[in-house]
């Protein structure tokens, strides 16, 4: 009997799920899957995710080339990444009935309405197999609805934990039937993914990300305080690492640790800015979990008003409009140019997507899931958890945190003075000269002309006025929160979302309600 019960043990499959943890190293699924049994690392290629309105093909180019070297990795391991193309369930399914499968272990995932669907579906299935899912943390959300007055503390244990390496030794289920062979990997037409032109996307892998963190700590992170509000100078001074921490080709843990340690080197240096920069992006760091776990904890915030004084409003998108935002068609130069970098490169800093993502919600009035989906699309670094909780603090949707309208000439003027941003990313106006760079529409005709600048032939005149478009959007907003009701919805939202980050003590009366998180 003991014989019989070893090699059950021994021959039982434990099923690897790689999600959005695409590396070996810091893989705690893999460790603990490892010491149970054979292993089997499988990826699913989704078609139907693929056609969710916040995914792209850029997407999943980062997505693909991660995963070429995840295979590597594992080869290198002595096993093979098996990939299949089809629904999650049934190829679960299919996988229960053909072989002894023990487990399945994974990261806990915070996704779209459509993994968390999926989730639910995957886990029902094995209930009723009897087969357990270990879902283990990568990052520092938890899994469920908890009391985040604990949240800071969690956290900071969790990414303190040791770093774990690949197994030196892993043993790999091989016996797969024929018609359980793995697929290739598709193209993004064979996922039915509308064309995307991205000329300048960032890359995937995580031999890439190794030398974008390494290049960011020791070289480029010195301005990043200085240089990280501009269009023009974040994408040197950024780090650039937001897609391997979105599709996890880095750990949290590592990138945290490494930040550290490089803290612990620059700490008796002469030279002020690494000290404050590198404390900037690891509080940084720490803001990553705590938007996560907003969506984590209520998954309906992608779709639905966090607070409900405006939930009858902003519901219809008005379609001539939002495509003119999304093909950087408004009128107004700097909101052009963002789109259009993004569009082109898949990246820009969170200053200029909080610009774009108040622009549509506020001066357009548009309905702030309808502004998400178009930015979700371009950003490469999607990440769900983060994206809609900045939509909707950036909408004005939450309650609890400021009306962050922006003056998009204000920021033409301070972050690109002289336009140069402008005329890279908008070619019909690369011989408009400075004076009128930021508002040509002001331009007499004769100057259009002789620039090959007609507004409203060779450029769009503005689609509104902004600030009588601010105005009629900040009046909206005090009306819908004015009312004694809206004021404790307020204050209940900011209970369960708000941050736990301790206030300095101030001789000044408390603020309102509606607090910002970010200056």
């Not at 043993?171 to 039937?177: K, R, S």
């Not at 450029?459 to 959007?473: K, Q, V």
């Amino acid at each position: 009997m003991a014989a019989s019960r070893e090699k059950l043990v021994t021959t039982a499959v434990q099923l690897v799920w790689f999600k959005r943890d695409l590396r070996t190293v810091d893989h705690a699924p893999l460790v603990q899957a490892a010491a149970a049994g054979l292993v089997l690392p499988i990826y699913l290629v989704e078609p139907e995710y693929w056609q969710q309105p916040d995914t792209s093909a850029r997407q999943w180019q980062f997505i693909a080339q991660s995963l070429d070297e995840l295979a590597e990795e594992l080869a290198a391991l002595g096993g093979a990444l098996w990939l299949q193309v089809g629904d999650a369930v049934e190829t679960f399914a299919a996988l229960l009935a053909a072989l002894p499968i023990a487990a399945v272990w994974s990261h806990a995932e915070t996704g779209n309405a459509f993994t968390f669907q999926r989730d639910r579906a995957i886990a029902q299935l094995l209930r009723e197999h009897g087969i357990p899912w270990h879902e283990l943390r990568q990052d520092g959300v938890r899994r469920g609805r908890h009391d985040r007055g604990d949240f800071a503390a969690h956290w900071a244990q969790f990414v303190a934990q040791p770093r774990q390496p690949p197994p030196a030794v892993i043993a790999f289920y091989t016996d797969l039937p024929t018609h359980l062979a793995s697929h290739s990997l598709p193209s993004a037409a064979a996922l039915c993914l509308a064309p995307d032109t991205c000329p300048h996307a960032q890359p995937g892998g995580r031999r890439r990300g190794l030398r974008l963190l390494k290049s960011f700590l020791h070289e480029r992170a010195e301005q990043y305080l200085k240089g990280m509000s501009s269009p023009r100078t974040a994408p040197q001074h950024c780090s650039r690492l937001s897609p391997h921490l979105a599709y996890g080709t880095l750990s949290l843990r590592e990138v945290v640790q490494a930040t550290r340690a490089r803290q612990l080197e620059v700490a008796s240096s002469p030279a002020p800015y690494w000290s404050r920069a590198l404390q900037a992006f690891a509080s940084r760091l720490a803001w990553q979990s705590h938007f996560m776990q907003k969506l984590e904890t209520e998954p309906a915030l992608e779709w639905q008003n966090l607070h409900p004084a405006l939930r009858t409003q902003r519901q219809t998108g008005d379609a001539a409009i939002l495509h003119a935002f999304a093909s950087g068609q408004t009128g107004l130069p700097f909101i052009d140019a963002c789109l259009h970098r993004l569009q082109a490169t898949g990246w820009i800093n969170f200053r200029m997507r909080a610009l774009l993502a108040a622009f549509g919600c506020y001066h357009l009035w548009q309905p702030w899931t309808a502004v998400g989906q178009i930015l979700a699309r371009l950003f490469i670094d999607y990440e769900p958890g983060i994206h809609w909780s900045q939509m909707q603090m950036q909408s004005g949707s939450t309650g609890i945190n400021a009306f962050r309208i922006y003056n998009p000439l204000k920021q033409s003027v301070d972050q690109d003075p002289e336009g140069s941003f402008i005329r890279q990313w908008i070619p019909v106006l690369r011989s408009v000269p400075t004076q009128w760079i930021h508002e040509p529409w002001r331009m007499p005709e004769s100057l259009q002309i002789q620039f090959a600048c007609r507004i409203g032939v060779d450029y769009p005149a503005p689609i509104i006025e902004p600030i009588a478009a601010a105005r009629t959007a900040k009046a909206r907003l005090r009306e819908a929160y004015a009312t004694s009701e809206a004021r404790a919805q307020s204050a209940m939202v900011l209970i369960k979302h708000g941050s736990r980050k301790p206030r300095r003590r101030t001789k000044q009366p408390a603020p309102a309600p509606q607090l910002s998180l970010f200056e």
